[in-house]
């Protein structure tokens, strides 16, 4: 019979309300993978996002239009260059290293070139929300370590204090989603420094980015809707400290692995993250994860009900996958 592609869109209630600065959803609508070959089954899952041109009926059509390869054999390096950076690459890339992990019995993980896997401590996000919205919920994850606030621009300062205010001890990360100015970065960074935040994500719009090289940084500025693989990565010295690597922009693991190692020779930092997904997708992610400077892979956190099996989370340690979800 051979290989044998099976595409599956699946949805998953997310527990209350998931708002960022361009919006709120109520689900994670995922699209899955999924390449049989006898009893070797591999998986893989992908998120599309709209803020880069993605749909769940354009990602289903990358992934049709690679069926007939896939199946008949189609690697991981064919993959690269079969389809682009993007949810559908990703979900076919991870579902390729996860058939091989099953095929050979060898764990990713190892064929990634690692010698362990140890669980780590990931962000779990407060959405954006007036600041005293904001406090509440901060208040109620206080006993986190690590918080990611999510910003909308004007406004920012406040809801920044607020969320210190709600969990005084949590170490802080905020992610403003391309919502701040030029006119506003300098008093919402500096509100940031005063609040001890680790590090800001993405705050001018990928487009405007090149004026992060003349703004004052109090605080270290990561690269997340303006970083997706290894090309154009240079450009980004001198405007960002660290980079946000997701597997559903590099297009899968492979590249993923590529760019961190890239990142790192230009000298960044390296934040793990994700899309609001289930534990299939943050499983691969966790191969990145090991050694980053900051893990945001809450997904299965924010959701009403994970799929199962799923990743284990002992409140914000998130432990390895077992070989039954992935890898």
């Known amino acids: 019979m051979g290989v044998q592609l099976t595409i599956s869109v699946e949805r998953f209630p997310i527990a ?20 049989a070959d006898g009893d070797a ?5 992908c998120v599309p996002y709209a803020r880069y041109g993605e749909s769940v009926e354009s990602v289903v059509d990358q992934l049709e239009s690679v069926r007939d390869l896939l199946e008949a054999g189609a690697d991981r390096n064919a993959l690269a260059a079969l389809l682009p950076p993007g949810a559908a690459r990703n979900a076919a890339d991870c579902a390729l290293w996860d058939l091989e992990a099953k095929r050979t019995g060898v764990s990713v993980y190892r064929l990634a070139g690692l010698l362990r896997m140890e669980p780590l401590v990931t962000a779990y996000t407060i959405s954006v929300g007036t ?29 920044i204090a607020a969320v210190r205010a709600g969990a005084s001890d949590s170490a802080l990360i905020v992610d403003a989603n391309e919502a701040w100015t030029q006119e506003n970065f300098a008093a919402n960074s500096e509100a940031c420094a005063k609040a001890g935040v680790k590090l800001i994500e993405q705050p001018l719009p ?12 109090p605080v270290p500025i990561c690269a997340d809707e303006s970083a997706h693989d290894r090309i154009g990565l240079a450009a980004l010295v001198g405007r960002y400290d660290a980079v946000n690597i997701k597997l559903d922009k590099t297009g899968g693991l492979t590249e993923a ?9 230009l000298g960044f930092s390296i934040m793990a993250g994700c899309m609001v997904g289930t534990s299939l997708a943050m499983a691969p992610a966790l191969i990145i994860a090991q050694g980053a400077e900051f893990v945001d892979l809450d997904g299965p956190l924010l959701l009403a009900k994970d799929r199962e099996p799923g990743l284990r989370y002992e409140g914000s340690l998130v432990y390895p996958p077992e070989r039954e979800l992935w890898g």
């Not at 919006?23 to 899955?32: L, Q, S």
């Not at 089954?41 to 899952?45: C, D, M, S």
């Not at 990928?206 to 940084?217: S, V």
């Open 206 to 217: 990928a487009d405007a980015d090149e004026a992060l090289t003349r703004l004052p940084r």
């Open 131 to 159: 600041p005293e919205e904001m406090r509440e919920a901060a208040a109620k994850a206080a006993h986190r370590p690590l918080l990611k606030v999510k910003l909308a621009g004007d406004g920012d300062a406040e809801r």
């Open 16 to 35: 209350g309300r998931f708002v960022i600065s361009r919006g709120a959803k109520t689900e994670a609508v995922v699209v899955v993978a999924r390449l």
């Open 257 to 265: 692995l590529a760019l961190a190692a890239e990142a790192r020779r």
């Open 41 to 45: 089954i591999g998986r893989g899952e």
